[in-house]
Each structure stands twice: as structure tokens, then as C-alpha cells.
């Protein structure tokens, strides 16, 4: 894990200044050393954290003749079997990391390397003789990768903030991009919530030489026709997919030269990986865990007897609303966008945590809910299918509470939820059908905005992800469509962004998540429908594969969101400093996005119920404004030039080709 | 979809019942599954209790509205 920048110019010679400027934003995310490339059009920067090939993996790092180099952000994690099959195919390595593989990859299989490799990453390579630079990103969004297209090339980095280390790019929030944020939760890539600034899709691979631009997929998310799934028989599928799980984690966990630590949430996901780790390897293993002072929240319970069975290493860190509020404008600065709940402060505190322990790789739990179906918003869909098969009928509205069991406590609430939750957004042909009351609930967020924003949107007219489902998805089975968009959408913006990477990576940490493994991905995409959510039981088949690892309790308790105090955070007795000023009238009509006399009615609500006992929709109203305001003045005013910039050390590769031909290896 | 995988649905949804459920309720998870699984739809009469609490009887109920279909 590291961070990656460069710049491509077929003008003058990329500006060496600029290149260090852009890697000291990066700093946090690869503070083991730096390295940069220059030739006269093209500059490549790194910064280093230290995982595979402690001693010889410096980057920029080139083949054997320096005509391609490669900047690398993540792991290949079946590097060890390219390797062998590259050196049988008379390859000649230098370093023991997985990023020269990429190299001799690209020379040995071109484009096509891409689909044989299985991990997480952001790469950029450039081909000196044809001056092509090649950007990549793994198949889900695990690693990010953003780029800005220049009349002479194209500056790319893991941040954005990197990028607008060159004074002359242009800060302004994007309007389709905020839309995209208010609706669906975070843009959707290729957009970004900046304008001008692009982030490349998952999946896809991008060229820029003098011919001009192109992107291309080497792998989509794709499911079989309903009824043509390869495999029908549970028992067997639930063998299959347990190898393939046993394999991602000891890959994620093995492959490493420092030690590997686990997070532990107390749900299933983490403590399949963690057990999984646990049983299939020798090490020792050091377990993680959020708390929460708020008991709503607070899943210690579980975390405890799960470390306890595995005989872990454990360590946890009890999180309050204050201390979310304390770090959230630092959060804010690695997220580098608004965010609609809280969430990811803590477990920024909990990257913290880690760190502070001597550790730099985790694996987690990340990927499983999108994969294996493990999402309310699935059981929901179904449900809300079964009941339109007949609306009138009286026992079908009695589904919703197998959903919901608060309803047989309170039978006098049922009709109208019914008619909120079953009749609004129900049309069966509806390929979005599982997400619409999601993006409908978000989207009331919009009728916060400022006016000029209103139209703006109105006449950027951000792009429609439905529009985008792939020929023959109307054939994949209801719930094989609600995975494509989650997938699509919150996986890759959200969760393995704002909650993912970047929570880690302001720390220092990597994550690695097993459940997103090539292997296991494709082969869950395969899966039928059924095996993944069987009638409402959700995650059925990884329930039954390691029925025998993790305890029956935690197998069987009803899932718990991952939640943290939201508007609550804000409105205690320790509201920090910097709140009023961010959130002052004055700040907001600045900023332009919302409509100043609105944000202060909510915020008065707000101080009335000190954040307590709000409905979900003023809870992400609040974090909507907040994290927009951090947003727009972390970057749009300051450029993103933060407190937690760090100072390069002293580059371990120097090579600059523009004033010293001798520099080449 | 043959009869082995009409069988094997069965009997996994037998070993993840809740016997302690209220069982109209029971009735109506059951009738969800067999729904989204075979493609059927269920009169509200047939959500009952009785009909599945016996296997044989699903079977027979699945097979009717198959081939009613």
C-alpha cells in the first residue's frame, strides 16, 4: 500500500517541483520512503509503505531495460505463481516484490495482464518508447486512482489532494458529482465531486499516448441467467466456496513481510476471516475491535467471546460521540468528500489503534455483505417483491415484520408503514427496485440545496447508474441486480473509499479483504440467487460453510449494521470549536451548496434534541451539510493543504532522465 | 428445475425452521422462499400453516402450481 502520482505531458518536460509537491500530500499513505522518475514527458512519484520486499521493492522500479516503469499502489497477491511463470518465460527479476511483476507482466501479456492478476490496486505504467502511459484499477475499487485530463496529458494520484497540489487545476465542487453523492451516497465513478477530476472505474484500464484518451474493462461484475447458474447443489457450493475463502485469507495473510493483524467486529464476516486465519495458519493473530460507549452501538459482546474462542491477541478501542466530532474535519481531509454518516470516523481512530501497535496490514471483513448478500436492502427487496404478487392480501403484509420484529410490539404502526414501505417505488420490472426507497430516503437531502445549485444540476444532468446495467442483466435474477448496484455504487464509492482506503491509509494501514478475492467474487457471482439469500435468510451459503469455525450466536444473531452516533456527535455537551464556524450562516451561503435559512432550522431542531431521537433523513441531512462545509473549505478554499501533510524524507529512487541521461539502470 | 433440487430445497428449509415461531408467520417466510426459488405464486389460502408442515405436501403444492403455470 502506498500512494502514486505523476504527471504526463507531451509539452515541456513535467515540472520535478510539482512531482514533490504532489508526493508530499501523499506522505500518510506510504511513509517508508519515496521515489520518483522523470523523463522529458513523463514523471512518476511514489511513497512507500513497506509489506512486500522490505528491502528491494522501492518504486518507481523498471524492467530490465528502463524502457517501462511502473508506480504502484497495492498487491498482487498471486505475484509469487507470475513470477515463476514470468521467469519461465526468460524474464530476469531484480527484487523479491510483487510490483516488478507488473512490469514484466505488461511486456509479456500487455493489456491482457490486468485479468490474470488477483488483488487490490492502483497502477500506472509508462512505456518510455511509446510514450504511452497506462493507468489501472483493481477489479472492485479497493485503490483509488483519480486523474484530471490537461490540454498537454494528465495528472493522475491516489488523492485528489495530490492533484490540486498544482495551483493551476481548478477547485469547484461538481454538480452531477454532488448529485450523485446525495442520491446514490457518493459519486459514482468516472465522476467525482470535484470538478474537472475524474476517478477511473473499477475494472477498467485507461491509455493516453499521442493517438489521445481511451479506457477500456478487463473484467465486469456479471451474473448468470436466472435458472443457468452452473452449480445448483448447496452442499457442494458451500465446499467450494469455503476453499476459496480459506484461500483469499491465507494469501492476504501469508503474503506479507510484516506482520498481519485481523479486525474483529463481532458479525460473521470478520470472525469467518479471522477464524479462518486462525485455523488454516501458524501465526500468531492480533485481533482488533470498535467499541462504542453508546450501548446502541456497542458490539463488544460478540468481539470478546470471538477473540476468546480463537485465543487472539486483542485489543479494542471504546469510541464516544465527542471523540467522533474531534476528529471529523481530519476525516473529512482524507475522505476527500461528503459523507452521510459518521461511520468512518471511528474507524479512522480504529486504524489509529492499529498502528499505534506496531501493526501496518489488516485483513477484514470488507466485501462479503455485497458479494454473499448480506444486506437488509436485499431481504427488503424480497419482501417487498413477495407482497406486490398480491397487494390486497393480509397475511403477505404480515411479511414485513420477519423484517422488522418491532411490529408485533407495535401493531397499531403497521398500516402505515405498510403503505411507506410496500406501495412507493414498487414496480416489479424495476431493475433498481431493491435501491430505490434508499436513494428516495437520500435524496431528501436535495431539498436542502441552494438555489444556483439546483439548476446547476439541473443542467448537468449527472448520469442515470441504472442506464448503465448491462445488456442481459433484465435475464439475472432480482437480487443479482440489487448486488450490481451495490456493487456499482456504495461498495466502491463508499464503503471501500470513505469507510475503506482512505480510513486506513490516513494511519498508514492497509486493508485486505478476502471476501473480494477474484476467486471468491466469481465464484459468488455464479452462485444461484437462492444460495445466497435463501427465502430472508441472508448469507446463507457462508453461514453454512464455516458453521463449524464460528460459534452459533454469532452465526445466528440478526444482523447489526455497522452504525455510529451520527447527528448526536455534534450537538453534546463537547461541541468542538470548529463546528459553529463551519456551520455559520455566513460559511454556509459561502460554500453555495445549501440554502443557509434551511441548514439553520435543522440546526436548531438539532440543538433543540441535543441530535438525539432524529429520524434517519435530518441524521444525514446533518452529516450531509457538515462533511460538505469540511469539504468545500479542506479543498475548495485551501486546496487541500492540511495539517497532516508530512515532509518527504530523502528519495530512495531519484532517476531524472531530463538533466541526467546517466541515471537510467 | 428437477425434482433432486426441489427435494434439497426442502430439506434445507426443514433444518432452518423456527419451531418456537409464531406459525402464520412461519407460513408466510416459507411461502417466500418457495415463491422466489420455484417461480410460483401462492394464494393466501396456501399460506397456511398446515400445507407446510408437511414436506410431501409442499412438493405437491409446487408441482400443482408449476403446472398451472
Known amino acids: ?665 | 428445475m428437477n425434482r433432486d433440487i426441489v427435494e434439497q430445497v426442502l430439506r434445507d428449509y426443514e433444518a432452518s425452521r423456527c419451531p418456537d415461531a409464531d406459525p402464520e408467520l412461519e407460513a408466510v417466510r416459507a411461502a417466500i422462499l418457495i415463491e422466489d426459488v420455484f417461480d410460483v405464486v401462492l394464494s393466501d389460502a396456501e399460506i397456511d400453516p398446515v400445507v407446510f408442515a408437511d414436506t410431501s405436501a409442499v412438493e405437491a403444492l409446487i408441482a400443482r402450481r408449476r403446472g398451472a403455470v
Open chain 1, 1 to 665: 500500500m502506498c500512494g502514486v502520482c505523476g504527471i504526463v505531458s507531451y509539452g515541456s518536460p513535467p515540472d520535478l517541483i510539482l512531482l514533490r509537491r504532489m508526493m508530499g500530500r501523499l506522505g500518510h499513505r506510504g511513509p517508508d520512503g519515496n521515489g520518483y522518475y522523470r523523463d522529458r514527458h513523463a514523471a512518476l512519484g511514489h511513497t512507500r509503505l513497506a509489506i512486500i520486499d522490505t528491502s528491494g521493492g522501492a518504486q518507481p522500479l523498471c524492467n530490465e531495460d528502463g524502457s517501462v516503469w511502473v508506480t504502484f499502489n497495492g498487491e498482487i497477491f498471486n505475484y509469487v505463481e507470475l513470477g515463476a511463470e514470468l521467469r519461465g518465460l526468460g524474464h530476469t527479476f531484480r527484487t523479491a516484490s510483487d510490483t516488478e511483476v507488473i512490469v514484466h507482466a505488461w511486456e509479456e501479456w500487455g493489456q491482457e495482464c490486468f485479468a490474470r492478476f488477483n488483488g487490490q490496486w492502483a497502477i500506472a505504467l509508462w512505456d518510455r518508447r511509446a510514450e504511452r502511459l497506462v493507468l489501472c484499477r483493481d477489479r472492485l475499487g479497493v485503490r483509488p486512482l483519480f486523474f484530471i485530463r490537461l490540454p498537454t496529458g494528465l495528472l493522475f494520484a491516489s488523492e485528489v489532494k495530490s492533484i490540486f497540489a498544482d495551483p493551476s487545476v481548478e477547485r469547484a465542487f461538481d454538480p452531477a458529482g454532488l448529485d450523485q453523492t446525495f442520491t446514490y451516497w457518493s459519486p459514482v465513478a468516472p465522476r467525482t465531486v470535484f470538478r474537472g477530476i475524474q476517478q477511473l472505474e473499477p475494472g477498467h484500464y485507461a491509455v493516453l499516448d499521442r493517438d489521445g484518451f481511451r479506457k477500456a474493462s478487463y473484467w465486469r461484475i456479471t451474473f448468470p441467467e436466472r435458472g443457468r447458474e452452473p452449480g445448483q447443489d448447496a452442499r457442494e457450493n458451500a465446499e467450494a466456496l469455503r476453499e476459496r475463502i480459506i484461500e483469499a485469507a491465507r494469501l492476504r495473510f501469508v503474503r506479507s513481510d510484516v506482520p498481519v493483524g485481523a479486525y474483529l467486529s463481532g458479525g460473521l464476516d470478520s470472525s469467518v476471516t479471522a477464524a479462518v486465519i486462525s485455523r488454516y495458519t501458524d501465526a500468531p493473530l492480533h485481533t482488533f475491535s470498535l467499541r462504542f460507549s453508546d450501548s446502541e452501538f456497542d458490539e463488544g459482546r460478540y468481539q470478546k467471546k470471538m477473540s476468546a474462542m480463537l485465543g487472539t491477541q486483542h485489543q479494542d478501542i471504546v469510541v464516544s460521540a465527542s471523540d467522533i466530532a474531534a476528529v471529523f474535519p481530519e476525516v473529512i481531509w482524507h475522505a476527500e468528500t461528503p459523507i452521510l454518516r459518521a461511520a468512518p470516523a471511528p474507524l479512522f481512530l480504529l486504524s489509529k489503534l492499529v498502528r499505534e501497535n506496531g501493526f501496518k496490514v489488516v485483513v477484514t471483513g470488507e466485501g462479503a455483505d455485497e458479494v454473499l448478500a448480506g444486506y437488509d436492502l436485499f431481504r427488503e427487496a424480497q419482501v417487498r417483491l413477495f407482497w406486490s404478487r398480491d397487494p390486497e392480501s393480509a397475511k403477505r403484509t404480515r411479511a414485513a415484520e420477519l423484517l422488522y420484529p418491532w411490529m408485533v410490539r407495535s401493531p397499531g404502526r403497521i398500516p402505515a408503514f405498510a403503505r411507506s414501505f410496500f406501495a412507493r417505488h414498487l414496480d416489479p420490472g424495476d431493475p433498481a427496485l431493491s435501491h430505490r426507497p434508499r436513494w428516495d430516503s437520500t435524496s431528501a437531502i436535495k431539498n436542502m440545496l441552494s438555489g444556483h445549485l439546483r439548476d446547476e444540476i439541473g443542467r448537468a444532468r449527472a448520469e442515470d447508474v441504472v442506464a448503465r446495467m448491462p445488456p442481459g442483466s433484465e435475464e439475472w435474477d432480482p437480487l443479482s441486480r440489487g448486488q450490481w448496484l451495490e456493487m456499482t455504487t456504495l461498495l466502491a464509492g463508499y464503503i471501500l473509499a470513505s469507510q475503506g482506503d482512505r480510513m486506513l491509509m490516513a494511519n498508514s494501514v492497509e486493508g485486505r479483504f478476502p471476501f473480494l478475492d477474484r476467486d471468491v467474487v466469481d465464484f459468488a457471482n455464479a452462485l444461484p440467487a437462492r444460495h445466497k439469500l435463501f427465502g430472508l435468510e441472508e448469507k446463507y451459503l457462508l453461514k453454512r460453510a464455516f458453521a463449524d469455525l464460528v460459534p452459533d450466536d454469532i452465526i445466528h444473531r440478526p444482523k447489526q449494521p455497522y452504525r455510529a452516533p451520527d447527528a448526536a456527535s455534534f450537538f453534546g455537551a463537547e461541541c468542538p470549536s470548529w463546528f459553529d464556524e463551519a456551520m455559520s450562516r455566513q460559511a454556509v451561503a459561502t460554500a453555495g451548496v445549501f440554502e443557509p435559512s434551511i441548514v439553520a432550522g435543522l440546526l436548531a431542531k438539532c440543538e433543540r434534541s441535543g441530535g438525539e431521537n432524529l429520524s434517519n433523513t435530518d441524521n444525514m441531512r446533518v452529516l450531509a451539510v457538515v462533511s460538505t462545509q469540511l469539504t468545500y473549505k479542506s479543498f475548495i478554499v485551501q486546496g487541500g493543504s492540511g495539517s497532516s501533510e508530512r515532509p518527504l524524507s530523502d528519495p530512495s529512487v531519484a532517476v531524472d532522465l531530463v538533466t541526467d541521461d546517466r541515471s537510467l539502470p
